[in-house]
């Protein structure tokens, strides 16, 4: 699976707009602290996954990163090309981007 550290996520987020966010934490830890993007919980993304535009990078966030390392593979096993996994999820974010992020 593609993985991205925080620092390097960080980049992208001030390059193009050839990506999107995915979060796939749940809607109580969505609405306590995140970075925008497009917000669905790992346990709806079977359902839901035809929302995201297959022709843009994703990249997958969760609180550590096992979720979204298991929404990536998801999204990969349905044909998305361009999946990447946040390693370390919104936590590290805090840690090392961004330490007015709240950690939980």
Same mark, same amino acid.
Request: aromatic share 10%; with cysteine.
């Given at each position: 699976?593609d993985q991205?550290?925080?620092?390097?996520?960080?980049k992208?987020? &001030? /390059?193009?707009?050839d990506w999107?966010? *995915? #979060?796939?934490?749940?809607?109580?830890?969505?609405h306590?602290? &995140?970075?925008?993007?497009?917000?669905?919980? *790992?346990?709806?993304l079977p =359902?839901?996954?035809t =929302? *995201? #535009? =297959? &022709?843009?990078?994703?990249? +997958?966030l +969760?609180?550590?990163?096992?979720? /979204?390392?298991s929404a990536?593979i998801? *999204?990969?096993?349905?044909?998305?090309?361009n999946?990447y996994?946040?390693?370390?999820?919104?936590?590290?974010?805090?840690l090392?981007v #961004?330490?007015?992020?709240?950690?939980?």
């Open positions: 699976m991205i550290s925080v620092i390097d996520f960080s992208v987020m &001030n /390059s193009s707009n999107v966010l *995915l #979060d796939v934490r749940t809607d109580e830890e969505f306590l602290v &995140n970075l925008g993007g497009i917000h669905i919980p *790992l346990n709806e =359902q839901k996954f =929302q *995201l #535009d =297959q &022709n843009k990078k994703i990249y +997958c +969760c609180h550590h990163g096992v979720r /979204s390392d990536a998801f *999204l990969k096993s349905e044909g998305f090309a999946v996994n946040i390693v370390g999820g919104i936590d590290a974010w805090s090392y #961004d330490d007015t992020v709240l950690r939980y």
